[in-house]
């Protein structure tokens, strides 16, 4: 059984794993960087961090239409149960048995209104496990917190994390990051998408390689890593 992590861009993410498919902050209308769009996309879960239109993005569209459910903190599940999606709602550190791993909602350091300014709750990270034993922890929205070492402690192979600054950490908060975090492998993600998030993910891919024992993998939108 292997994992494979598809970037769309920006912090749109797809998972594949134990015969699912499942799509992170799915926001393909209006973002410049995405690969692909919502009509082709056929999940069979949406996972959602925070509110945020550049995270819950197309999750209403793609989820009428599959009738995909929508995990994210009970907020937005409330928000979006009252539009007639299927919802599974968590809360910060509260884990699930989900068909597609054990899914636990993680601190994030962050805002979240939803798009007709509904509180969104607390926004969170992700930190999946898979069916074969793989620990992907997906920040979302963030920045740099002292408990990301309390997460590392889990073992994480694969972590993907902002490095765009202004709205999340910045390349010097995501290097200490990954120093607290350890991953196996790190992925940097939400840079670039807008002139206020402009970053040089190679030459911060360069630093991790210096200064930490993790790999590092720039990827382009579109690209995948199989775990
Ligand atoms: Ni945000
Ligand atoms: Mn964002």
Do not use: C
Request: glycine share 12%; proline share 5%; no cysteine.
């Amino acid at each position: 059984m292997t994992t494979e992590v598809i970037w769309y861009g920006h912090a749109a993410i797809g998972i594949k794993t134990a015969g699912k498919f499942i799509l992170v902050d799915p926001y393909f209308t209006g973002n410049p960087q995405a690969s692909a769009k919502a009509e082709d996309l056929s999940p069979d879960y949406i996972l959602v961090t925070h509110g945020h239109g550049d995270h819950l993005g197309d999750t209403l569209a793609i989820a009428k239409r599959t009738g995909a459910t929508v995990v994210s903190n009970t907020e937005i599940s409330q928000w979006l149960g009252k539009k007639d999606i299927k919802t599974h709602g968590q809360q910060v550190m509260g884990g699930f048995q989900h068909p597609f791993g054990y899914l636990k909602l993680t601190l994030a350091l962050h805002g979240s209104v939803l798009p007709d300014g509904a509180f969104g709750g607390n926004p969170v990270g992700l930190l999946l496990t898979t069916q074969d034993h793989k620990k992907i922890y997906l920040a979302g929205d963030t920045g740099l917190f002292g408990d990301m070492k309390l997460i590392g402690e889990e073992g994480i192979d694969l972590a993907m994390l902002p490095i765009g600054g202004n709205y999340t950490m910045d390349p010097d908060d995501a290097l200490r990051a990954v120093k607290m975090i350890n991953p196996k492998l790190v992925v940097p993600i939400h840079f670039n998408t807008f002139d206020v998030i402009k970053q040089d993910p190679n030459l911060w891919a360069e630093r991790v390689k210096a200064e930490t024992k993790s790999e590092v993998r720039v990827l382009k939108p579109g690209e995948s890593i199989t775990l």
